[in-house]
T-cell receptor, first 115, second 115 residues
C-alpha cells in the first residue's frame, strides 16, 4: 500500500476485555515495529518483527500483551484483560531492512481508551 | 544497550529565532540516527537521517543536524523558526539494519513558538 495503515483508528473498550490492533505495513517492508505512546509521553518500544519472527520483544510490558505477524505482512497486537493503564496511542511502523534501510514509516496509530 | 537522551523536555523560541534541539545517544558502533516530528493530531514524519558520510545532514522544512561522534550527539538545528514548526520532536537511534534494525526513541522535546 501507499503507507502504513492501522485499524481501528480509535477503540474504546471496557476494562477486562481483550482488544486486537491491526497494522498493514508498506508492501515489501520486512521490518515492523510496535510502539506505545501514552498521553504527553515519548514512544515506548514494544516489539520488533523481522519477517514473521520477533527478534526483540523486550518491550512488551506484561504477558497480557502479545503480537504476531503472518506472511511478512499484517501484524496484530493483542492486549488481553485490558487495564486502564493500557490507554494510549499504539503506533506501528515498517521499514525496508537492508543496507541503510532502517528508515521507518509510521502509521497514524490506534487510540485505545480503556474505561 | 542503545539509548537516546533528549535533555530538554520543552523549549520555547520566538518566531524567526534560531533553534537547536539536543540529542545524545549511547551505542557501541556507528549508529543510524534519525529525527522525527510529530505535529498535533498528526503521525510521525521523518525530518532527516544520518547513515554515513557527511556528518552534516539536511532534511525537510529547512532542518539540519550534525553528527558528532566525539560527543555522541546528533543535534537538530534550524536557522529561523516558523510558527508551523511548533510540534514535538523525537530523536531515534537504530543499529545497522538487517536483523538488528531496532529503533529506540528519545522521550521527545516539545517546541513552542512565540509570535
Amino acid at each position: 500500500g501507499a503507507g502504513v495503515s492501522q485499524s481501528p483508528s480509535n477503540k474504546v473498550t471496557e476494562k477486562g476485555k481483550d482488544v486486537e490492533l491491526r497494522c498493514d505495513p508498506i508492501s515489501g517492508h520486512t521490518a515492523l515495529y510496535w510502539y506505545r505512546q501514552r498521553l504527553g509521553q515519548g514512544l515506548e518500544f514494544l516489539i520488533y518483527f523481522q519477517g514473521n519472527s520477533a527478534p526483540d520483544k523486550s518491550g512488551l510490558p506484561s504477558d497480557r500483551f502479545s503480537a504476531e505477524r503472518t506472511g511478512e505482512s499484517v501484524s496484530t497486537l493483542t492486549i488481553q484483560r485490558t487495564q486502564q493503564e493500557d490507554s494510549a496511542v499504539y503506533l506501528c511502523a515498517s521499514s525496508f531492512s537492508g543496507v541503510g534501510g532502517t528508515e521507518a514509516f509510521f502509521g497514524q496509530g490506534t487510540r485505545l481508551t480503556v474505561v | 544497550a542503545q539509548s537516546v537522551t533528549q535533555p530538554d523536555i520543552h523549549i520555547t523560541v520566538s518566531e524567526g529565532a534560531s533553534l537547536e534541539l539536543r540529542c545524545n545517544y549511547s551505542y557501541g558502533a556507528t549508529p543510524y540516527l534519525f529525527w522525527y516530528v510529530q505535529s498535533p493530531g498528526q503521525g510521525l514524519q521523518l525530518l532527516l537521517k544520518y547513515f554515513s558520510g557527511d556528518t552534516l545532514v539536511q532534511g525537510i522544512k529547512g532542518f539540519e543536524a550534525e553528527f558528532k561522534r566525539s560527543q555522541s550527539s546528533f543535534n537538530l538545528r534550524k536557522p529561523s523558526v516558523h510558527w508551523s514548526d511548533a510540534a514535538e520532536y523525537f530523536c531515534a537511534v537504530a543499529s545497522g539494519g538487517g536483523s538488528q534494525g531496532n529503533l529506540i526513541f528519545g522521550k521527545g522535546t516539545k517546541l513552542s513558538v512565540k509570535p
